[in-house]
């Protein structure tokens, strides 16, 4: 498995940016498709966002659509979400997820998980 460690959580008002960012170690960061994803209070976690090995192709969810990018710098085995005009119901826990299969958006096609980073968008 790969190791993961996220950065780059914090508090921001309605309407500002973060980036978050993802450090992979452990093995060959360019093996795995990325993800992301959230868990708000009380709710279930789900996807975000997910990038192929080489990072030409990306999905989202279409809440993030047009405010998310997501990208990755394989040099760097680092991974990393730009966030746009967040809102306040962007809130939540934020994980990054290394997978073998591009293109899912499914939990279980992630096997390596981290610990999370806090996002609070204040109204």
């Known amino acids: 498995q790969v190791q993961l460690v996220e950065s780059g959580g914090g508090l921001v008002q309605a309407g500002g940016s973060l980036r978050l960012s993802c450090a992979a170690s452990?093995?060959?960061?360019?093996?795995?498709?990325m993800g992301w994803f959230r868990q708000a209070p009380g709710k279930e976690r789900e996807f975000v966002a997910t990038?192929?090995?080489?990072?030409?192709?990306?999905d989202y969810v279409d809440s993030v659509k047009g405010r998310f990018t997501i990208s990755r710098d394989n040099a760097k085995n680092t991974v990393y979400q730009q966030m746009n005009s967040l809102e306040h119901k962007d809130t939540a826990v934020y994980y990054c997820?290394?997978?073998?299969?591009?293109?899912?958006?499914?939990?279980?096609?992630?096997?390596?998980w981290g610990q999370g980073t806090q996002v609070t968008v204040s109204a």
């Open positions: 452990g093995r060959t960061f360019s093996n795995y498709a």
């Open positions: 997820a290394a997978g073998l299969a591009d293109g899912c958006r499914s939990q279980k096609s992630f096997g390596s």
């Open positions: 990038i192929n090995w080489n990072g030409h192709s990306t």
